[in-house]
């Protein structure tokens, strides 16, 4: 018996929409039953465009998406399977949240009687606003509405751009709660963020991304669990350098300004800060890292520990 395809496999994704811009650039990545996988990278990464292929809203110049082992094209069936809050949902201003979502609904050609308003309430958490119109609505209500939309048809595979971005606290806990239920009640889920505590709080899954590549991906709890590296700020860069390089079970020495990133291959930190002293370097800073945080804060250039 074979086992059931991935709900979404994406494999070498390219698009380039001048010469100037590689938005996405060979994009492999599998997203298995059951995960809610983080697609974290900065501003520009290419999460967006990557998430509009996914769901057939533009065309790749190269590579493919299979959702549930189906290829997406326009209009694939298979993404029946799929809901989504990616752009603008194009909600009508002077109706209300309800009637929104209603209209919406039928749109699609499917009977209002058969989508699953309650769990969409339970999403919206609305209550008496749902019969108010949409243009009263604050952003953090419309991000509602639009969640509410993106799971009326009980979907396998929910894609979320951003779901809780310009929101307040509050509104965000909202936001990321209603994601975790999903995802307990079975749901896989793929969602882009731009803040790695988000991708720590609520994914099982990260995959960081920059300039439309993968830099790094697994699951949250083996990029954040095992700590093997470490950031150090030292008194002297170059005799720090030449003291750890001496050292076996260090497998790397990076810059990462003002401070150095070991890589550890064995070694345990407190023989490496020992090297350095018995070196004759002051070592100012030790801090242990996370591979998610390091391929992340490298990204968006933060340089202090
Ligand atoms: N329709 C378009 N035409 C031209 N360039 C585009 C278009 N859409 C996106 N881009 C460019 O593609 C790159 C990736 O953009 P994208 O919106 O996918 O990034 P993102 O990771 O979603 O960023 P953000 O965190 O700001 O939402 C950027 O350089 C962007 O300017
Ligand atoms: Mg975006």
Request: proline fraction near 5%; glycine fraction near 12%; include cysteine.
């Amino acid at each position: 018996m074979s086992a059931s395809p991935p709900p979404l496999s994406i494999e070498k994704l390219t698009k380039r929409f001048d010469k100037q811009v590689l938005a996405v650039d060979g994009l492999d990545l599998v997203v298995e039953e059951g995960q809610v996988l983080g697609l974290l990278g900065p501003n520009g990464a290419g999460k967006t465009t990557s998430l509009r292929m996914i769901l057939g809203l533009i065309r790749p110049q190269s590579g493919r998406t299979l959702v549930f082992g189906e290829e997406i094209l326009p209009g694939s069936p298979v993404l029946q399977k799929v809901g989504s809050l990616v752009d603008n949902p194009g909600f009508v201003p002077h109706l209300s949240g309800l009637r929104n979502l209603q209209l919406w609904w039928e749109a699609g050609g499917r009977r209002w009687a058969q989508a699953d308003l309650d769990g969409a309430l339970e999403v919206a958490d609305l209550g008496t606003a749902l019969g108010r119109k949409y243009r009263t609505y604050s952003h953090g209500m419309r991000q509602r509405l639009g969640l509410a939309q993106a799971v009326l048809g009980r979907p396998r595979l929910l894609i979320l751009d951003e779901p809780t971005s310009g929101l307040d606290p509050q509104q965000m806990r909202h936001i990321r709660e209603a994601v975790t239920r999903m995802a307990r009640s079975g749901t896989t889920v793929l969602l882009s963020s731009h803040l790695l505590s988000e991708v720590e709080e609520v994914c099982t899954h990260a995959a960081v991304v920059d300039k439309g590549r993968l830099v790094t991906t697994g699951s949250v709890s083996d990029l954040t669990g095992t700590t093997r590296t470490v950031y150090l700020e030292v008194s002297d860069l170059d005799l720090a350098r030449h003291a750890l390089s001496a050292l076996s079970g260090v497998t790397a020495v990076e810059d990462r300004p003002p401070g150095l990133l070991v890589t550890l291959g064995g070694a345990e930190r407190s023989e490496v800060v020992a090297a350095l002293v018995h070196g004759g370097v002051g070592v100012e800073t030790v801090q242990a890292r996370h591979r998610l945080e390091d391929a992340f804060l490298e990204l968006v250039g933060d340089h202090s520990p």
